[in-house]
């Protein structure tokens, strides 16, 4: 009645799991195995990951899921974009994982254009400009002289450094490496002439590979640890958001004129379309639009948008204020709240990292003449409608980009769970939303390996699993003048 397991390790810049995926009367089924926290960690004066901690949780996980399932027939990893690792020559990792949130990469937009003009980096890789890129990150530690650098025989990503805990092979995978902003959006290949122009070994990156790929069986080190014996590693859309984006429930593949976009929901909100081809031109620029890859060369037109992090960290600052509250809470009292009596935008540099997230609302509402914070639920309803008005904005850029117009948002993630999130998005956009599946990243991460293995054709056949397998919510909008009406004052914010 079943077919074998295929084990998705999930990564995200808040946690991580475990999930087994498999056929089951012809629907997919996803099953947790383990779950885990992640977070950035503070190390004298850097951000880093514990990478360490997550291969421990990894080993967990797969060892429970070996007691749970009989047969396992594939793993595969996907996750969060920009991070990596540097391997020198002796196969060890070269200092700590950097976390992109760090501040060593602060002023570097400017360094990077002395050595190659914006247009010139925009061209070569259709990539929208955030200091957190690869690019920049390996610009601070090139510039500041760093031995690691110097030493490194191999980068790789993150997902393709656990990939290559689980195997001992080498590899970067392409959707992943087209986050970097140093590969070639239209052969998919490194822009040698950008990285040798910035100053980057060239030799350290290696040829991408297509999701689906083959990379090898699990160690016999991580086999005796696991009990995972002969289960090859299919490589995933290693970027968590191409992996979620496989997932969408849609009925077309990369359509030249879309009419349907996605908003990949978590912590960070990634909103674009699928298109067959990268779009690099004075638009995308203008709108600092990014062409990531997507699967089977398909490309992921998109913004990056602050997402649920500015609503997470509120919950830790009051947390550090000894005040426990629960999502469910804070949603419940966001939807008491006054509709649009604080606008705030995510994507303003002063949320990127503060010291204490509410204290960084209330200078931003002072800065912008509003009104000091009367309460929590204010706080939490301003962190979703600033969400639901950016994605207004995105929204309209796309469609200006495509030439065209977008009928139906489908918003994946766990994102998807927050229904007051959802409705707003519905309201503020003036379009259908429809909501699902929750476990998108793992749900495509299995997909791929499915599609790697054999047992699914292609993105078709995966796509119509999906939507036999999971019931969708969908959201109509109304009540949509007032936020018309807070669109202007939205837009005004950064004036």
């Not at 805990?165 to 590899?171: A, D, I, P, Y």
């Not at 995978?173 to 998919?188: C, I, M, P, R």
């Not at 990268?278 to 203008?286: A, G, K, L, R």
């Not at 999906?466 to 669109?487: E, G, L, M």
Request: proline share 5%.
């Amino acid at each position: 009645m079943s077919s074998a397991a295929h084990l998705a390790i999930d990564l995200g810049a808040s946690g991580g799991r475990v999930i087994a995926g498999q056929i089951v009367r012809d629907q997919l089924q996803l099953e947790t195995a383990h779950r885990f926290s992640n977070g950035p960690v503070r190390m004298r004066k850097t951000l880093v990951w514990d990478s360490v901690g997550l291969w421990q949780h990894i080993l967990s996980g797969l060892a429970t899921a070996a007691g749970q399932f009989p047969q396992i027939e594939s793993v595969g990893v996907d996750t969060w974009g920009v991070d990596y690792v540097l391997i020198d020559s002796q196969d060890v990792p070269l200092g700590p994982a950097f976390n992109y949130r760090d501040s060593r990469t602060n002023g570097m937009f400017e360094k990077a254009f002395s050595l190659v003009p914006r247009g010139e980096i925009f061209a070569a890789s259709g990539v929208q400009f955030m200091e957190i890129n690869t690019l920049y990150q390996l610009l601070a530690q090139s510039l500041g002289g760093s031995p690691a650098l110097r030493s490194a025989e191999s980068f790789l990503m993150m997902g393709d450094f656990f990939h290559w805990l689980l195997t001992g092979q080498r590899s970067i995978e392409v959707t992943n490496a087209s986050t970097t902003q140093l590969l070639d959006a239209k052969t998919g290949t490194w822009s040698l002439e950008l990285i040798e122009r910035l100053g980057l070994p060239a030799k350290i990156f290696a040829p991408p590979i297509e999701p689906g790929t083959r990379l090898g069986n699990l160690d016999p080190q991580v086999a005796t640890a696991t009990g995972l014996h002969d289960v090859p590693v299919i490589v995933p859309a290693t970027h968590d958001t191409a992996s979620a984006v496989l997932a969408v429930p849609a009925d077309n593949f990369a359509p030249s004129k879309p009419d349907w976009c996605y908003i990949s929901s978590g912590t960070w909100s990634l909103m674009g379309c699928e298109i067959p081809h990268p779009i690099i031109n004075d638009t995308v620029s203008e709108l600092n639009y990014t062409n990531e890859r997507g699967v089977r060369g398909s490309t992921r037109l998109l913004k990056n948008i602050g997402g649920l992090w500015i609503f997470q960290q509120i919950r830790a600052a009051l947390q550090r204020r000894e005040i426990s509250v629960t999502w469910d809470t804070m949603v419940r009292q966001a939807e008491a709240a006054p509709p649009l009596s604080l606008l705030i935008d995510p994507d303003d540099p002063r949320f990127v990292a503060p010291d204490d997230m509410i204290d960084a609302i209330g200078s931003y509402a002072k800065a912008t003449n509003q009104a000091e914070v009367a309460d929590h639920g204010t706080l939490y309803r301003a962190a979703l409608e600033g969400l639901a008005l950016r994605y207004r904005v995105c929204l309209a850029s796309l469609e200006r980009i495509l030439d065209g117009h977008i009928k139906t948002i489908h918003v994946v993630g766990g994102g998807s769970l927050n229904s007051l999130l959802c409705q707003m998005t519905a309201d503020a956009c003036n379009r259908t939303v429809i909501a699902g599946p929750v476990e998108a990243t793992a749900t495509g991460n299995v997909l791929m390996q499915m599609i790697g293995t054999g047992r699914l054709s292609g993105v078709d056949e995966a796509r119509a699993l999906v939507r036999a397998s999971f019931a969708p919510k969908v959201y109509k909008p109304h009540n949509t003048q007032i936020w018309d009406q807070a669109a202007d004052r939205f837009l005004a914010l950064g004036k």
